[in-house]
């Protein structure tokens, strides 16, 4: 398969991965981006360091891109940094990230959501409500799977016409901080 809309950009490059796709950093400290294309006869990995940045044909394309010094995830709507300590995984919606301790962090949208109460699930009991910068609209919320307590952020970034941005942050314990922490520095609210 081709090009997905999701890509990063950043420190001179935009990196357009071939689906499905990761994106990881080796390492907290470093802006090296391992591309892994997921491949049916297994995965291919290529290394892209930013002092000898090149493209990979069929595993990713490498082209000049902004100049800030840091990775931003961006697609056709919207675009928002890339947190340490996460992967970029492909799905459908248009990425999900992934960190320690089953956190993760997906996006969906935009959507017109009235009641944020809509999206609390079966099980569910709301922990916290509040608002923070740009109008966002947070849910915390906490329920138990397969036995163990789990945290969940619905996070509601508004945009034209009364529509959302859907970002919802889980972990289970301990990774709960960082979850938070990369959602809210995504959305720059930290």
Known sequence: MGHVFARLA??????MPHWPYTFERPDADSDVVVVTHWRQDGPARAVVDLSD?????GIVDVEPGPDHPY???E????KVVWPDGFSVESTMDPYCLTGEHDASISVQ?????????????????VVARRTMGRGVQVLEL???HE???????????PRKDGRVLVFTAQ????????????????????
């Open 53 to 57: 940045a090149r493209s990979v044909p």
């Open 71 to 73: 990775w931003v995830i």
């Open 75 to 78: 697609t056709t709507g919207f």
């Open 171 to 190: 972990s289970r314990e301990p990774g709960v901080a960082a979850a938070r922490h990369g959602v809210e520095w995504m959305l720059g609210l930290v």
């Open 109 to 125: 949208g935009p959507a017109h959501i009235a009641d944020p109460d809509v999206m609390i699930g079966e099980g569910q009991t």
């Open 142 to 144: 906490a329920y138990e």
């Open 10 to 15: 950043g420190h001179g490059l935009v990196l």
């Open 147 to 157: 036995g163990e307590p789990w945290w969940q952020g619905v996070y509601l970034y």
